[in-house]
């Protein structure tokens, strides 16, 4: 994918490397995007340069970590942490991804935030209101397991997506709540056991996993007593597996600091396969946690035709269209711009 910027005015729109790769798109927390009026085109904008470029870059699956909101169930903002009530944040992330339904499958992970009220005071989530199985047909075709939330209810909080790629290698997604309950861990673990599954490659997304120290993270000062975070996902479900191996997350940050919104780590797993481990955000960018959401940066991850190399890029849609701004479309340091090897 070549994306070199020569130049102060150098510029060059995303491209495949290879015309034969496919594409999966990563996307950060929106919730910064959604909690502020101003804000919320940034991240429709960031949708609809997805939708536009679907052939372009043979785009197969966009994933997004999670916190789709600032606050799941408020209804009186205090007009500093947001000015726009949950209901309107919940209908303005179902937006953005209006542009993407049946065109496209994603897969949205469960935040703190997406639970409680303002932030996971408890399980409940308006999470399968706004995005129910069967709201993306090209979603619903490729679910093939899924387990209950909080209520005793089947969502796809936590569910598995079977894709099959363009080149043949065969993917099964697990998309698991934030700081999974032990139920939800158990299974994740009887999915990844099965063996239809067994010459699969399992790729985990679920919402905090990595600080960016690269650490799996040990405990969040949160008020749930059934969850397991980053270290215990690790040594519960990823460590064990035998064909687990990538996992996506998102939710740390620092105000106006790249490097503190990411993460990356590879270990082996229980097969002696690499587990590339990547966390990606960018909601405290662009004025901090009151700022504008982000810059509109995402991911490109580019998967080559030999099955096993993945190029992955970050890249702005919102500083890419227009030519005052093109110049710093990409994020060329090394956090944010190298390659991996799946086995």
């Known amino acids: 994918m070549k994306n070199t910027v020569n130049g102060q005015n150098g510029y060059e729109a995303p491209k495949l490397s290879n015309k ?22 940034i991240f429709e904008l960031m949708t609809g340069w997805i939708e536009e470029n679907i052939e372009a870059l043979n785009i197969k699956m966009v994933l997004c970590t999670g916190d789709l909101v600032e606050q799941n169930e408020l209804l009186v903002t205090d007009k500093i942490n947001g000015n726009r009530p949950s209901r309107e944040q919940w209908l303005t992330i179902s937006k953005a991804f209006d ?18 009220y303002k932030n996971i005071e408890n399980r ?46 065969k993917f099964l997604f697990l998309n698991l709540e934030f700081a999974p309950r032990n139920a939800v861990i158990e299974w994740a673990k009887k999915v990844s ?28 000062n949160y008020p749930i007593e059934d969850g397991n975070y980053g270290k215990a996902i690790w040594e519960k479900l990823v460590q064990p597996s035998s064909n687990i191996q990538m996992v996506f997350s998102g939710h740390i940050g620092a105000s106006n600091d790249f490097k503190k919104h990411v993460g990356y780590r590879v270990d082996t797993n229980s097969a002696n396969k690499k587990v590339n481990q990547i966390t990606f955000n960018a909601q405290a960018l662009a004025g901090g946690w009151h700022g504008n959401g982000g810059n509109g940066w995402l991911r490109i991850l580019e998967f080559l035709p030999d099955k096993k190399t993945v190029k992955m890029h970050t890249f702005s849609p919102l500083f890419a269209i227009s030519p005052e701004t093109k110049s710093k479309a990409w994020n060329k340091e090394p956090y944010n711009d190298f390659s991996f090897q799946l086995d």
């Open 20 to 41: 034969d790769s496919w594409s999966l798109i990563l996307l950060p927390d929106p919730q910064t995007y959604m909690k502020f009026g101003r804000n919320q085109g």
């Open 99 to 116: 542009k993407l339904d049946g065109k496209v499958p994603y897969i949205l992970a469960a935040g703190n935030h997406d639970f409680g």
């Open 124 to 169: 409940k989530s308006n999470y399968n209101t706004y995005f129910p199985a069967h709201r993306n047909l090209l979603n619903a075709k490729q679910l093939k397991e899924v387990t209950n939330n909080i209520d005793g209810l089947p969502t796809v909080e936590n569910a598995a997506y079977e894709f099959i790629s363009p080149h043949g290698r």
């Open 193 to 220: 056991d099965k063996e239809e599954y067994s010459d699969y490659t399992l790729v985990v997304l679920t919402h905090s996993y990595l600080n960016a120290e690269n650490k799996h993270i040990e405990k969040e």
